[in-house]
């Protein structure tokens, strides 16, 4: 019986945001080109081959803040393999008094409760390894975590087929 409750309390903090979570911040993938290719990875990420030394990515993002303005967007850039920045954004949706000045986050004016973000990956130096860029979301409601998209990618240490010919 201790256990039960234990479980049900645990449930109740993690779903603390609201019963139907209409107030946490969502964060969607729209878009995700390799070496700036035609094909879009978005829906099928198994299909990409593992990345090579200089290969980038760009990739698009819905940001929701749904019942809440959003407050900031924060690339995770914690492997020193992958080189990641904020590309391009709706400027008139950025706080004026807070310029990114690292590329790697934005502060949203009041009101905005949804837009877009492109990131740009770059892959430095590769080695056989497995990557995980982190994205971050956070909204102006109140006692509500933020959301977080990880993006699973893989490293080889091996050119890629075109670059040994």
Same mark, same amino acid.
């Given at each position: 019986?201790?256990?039960?409750?234990?479980?049900?309390?645990?449930?109740?903090?993690?779903?603390?945001?609201?019963?139907?979570?209409?107030?946490?911040?969502?964060?969607?993938?729209?878009?995700?080109?390799?070496?700036?290719?035609?094909?879009?990875?978005?829906?099928?990420?198994?299909?990409?081959?593992?990345?090579?030394? #200089?290969?980038?990515?760009?990739?698009?993002?819905?940001?929701? #803040?749904?019942?809440?303005?959003?407050?900031?967007?924060?690339?995770?850039?914690?492997?020193?393999?992958?080189?990641?920045?904020?590309?391009?954004?709706?400027?008139?949706?950025?706080?004026?008094?807070?310029?990114?000045?690292?590329?790697?986050?934005?502060?949203?004016?009041?009101g905005i409760r949804s837009t877009w973000v492109e990131v740009t990956l770059r892959v430095r130096s590769a080695k056989e390894e497995e990557v995980r860029p982190a994205f971050y979301l956070n909204s102006k409601a109140p006692d509500c975590e933020g959301a977080v998209y990880?993006?699973?990618?893989?490293?080889?240490?091996?050119?890629?087929?075109?670059?040994?010919?």
């Amino acid at each position: 019986m201790k256990k039960y409750s234990l479980l049900s309390l645990l449930l109740c903090f993690l779903f603390a945001c609201s019963d139907d979570k209409t107030d946490m911040p969502r964060i969607e993938l729209s878009n995700l080109f390799l070496n700036g290719e035609d094909k879009d990875y978005s829906r099928n990420l198994k299909d990409i081959l593992p990345l090579s030394a #200089g290969d980038y990515i760009n990739v698009s993002f819905r940001l929701y #803040g749904n019942e809440a303005d959003l407050a900031s967007f924060v690339v995770g850039n914690e492997d020193s393999n992958i080189n990641a920045r904020i590309s391009s954004y709706p400027e008139n949706e950025v706080a004026s008094d807070f310029l990114p000045t690292d590329d790697e986050m934005l502060r949203y004016k009041d009101g905005i409760r949804s837009t877009w973000v492109e990131v740009t990956l770059r892959v430095r130096s590769a080695k056989e390894e497995e990557v995980r860029p982190a994205f971050y979301l956070n909204s102006k409601a109140p006692d509500c975590e933020g959301a977080v998209y990880y993006l699973d990618l893989t490293t080889t240490a091996k050119p890629r087929a075109s670059e040994e010919e």
